[in-house]
T-cell receptor
């Protein structure tokens, strides 16, 4: 157990809908990262927050947004969902520049 | 721009033989380098890292990696493979001046009994 929790574990929704994925980092970790993993795209870095502020942005679509709250948990919002958004979404946390600890992931299926 | 390459999609090794999973990187400054392993239906697990210091880094489950600055490589190695080492392995790099971390596309390791 990495200490990073993600909810929900599975999510099935329809195209055009909006969903929110939640992540709680390890105790004491100020950095939170979001990744998307699909079979054809591999592991894609989406976005990073550090102590509530956005620090780095990767291949995140404009339909996606995220935030980190004062209690350090983070949410990833995905809107206007398309079939191609079906993937595993991972959250990870770390002590600034150190190794990341990954959550178990949320499997999103868009029908 | 920083990048990382894992040139092999899959590596097959007989149990008991040494294994190597290759990784090369490109960053403009000094790199932070990491290896992670992913088992089916699980999140990635940290194996080892290079930040500074000794070029040979030892990590979890008997794995080690050698940082080679001239060849910009950070290959993962293990002297004697186990069937339980079969998994997907990711190399990752971060430029110490940048918060962004880049993962390789992953190498699937099959250890044959």
């Amino acid at each position: 157990d990495s200490g990073v929790t993600q909810t929900p574990k599975h999510l099935i929704t329809a195209t055009g809908q909006r969903v929110t994925l939640r992540c709680s980092p390890r105790s004491g970790d100020l950095s939170v990262y979001w990744y998307q993993q699909s079979l054809d795209q591999g592991l894609q870095f989406l976005i990073q927050y550090y102590n509530g502020e956005e620090r780095a942005k990767g291949n995140i679509l404009e339909r996606f947004s995220a935030q980190q709250f004062p209690d350090l948990h983070s949410e990833l919002n995905l809107s206007s969902l398309e079939l191609g958004d079906s993937a595993l979404y991972f959250c990870a946390s770390s002590v600034k520049y150190h190794e990341q600890f990954f959550g178990p992931g949320t499997r999103l299926t868009v029908l | 721009a920083q990048s990382v390459a894992q040139p092999e999609d899959q590596v097959n090794v007989a149990e008991g033989n040494p294994l190597t999973v290759k990784c090369t990187y490109s960053v403009s400054g000094n790199p932070y380098l990491f290896w992670y392993v992913q088992y089916p239906n699980r999140g990635l697990q940290f194996l080892l890292k290079y930040i500074t210091g000794d070029n040979l880094v030892k990590g979890s489950y008997g794995f080690e990696a050698e940082f080679n600055k001239s060849q910009t490589s950070f290959h993962l190695k293990k002297p004697s493979a186990l069937v339980s080492d079969s998994a997907l392995y990711f190399c990752a790099v971060r430029d110490f001046r940048d918060d962004k971390i880049i993962f390789g596309k992953g190498t699937r390791l099959h250890i044959l009994p």
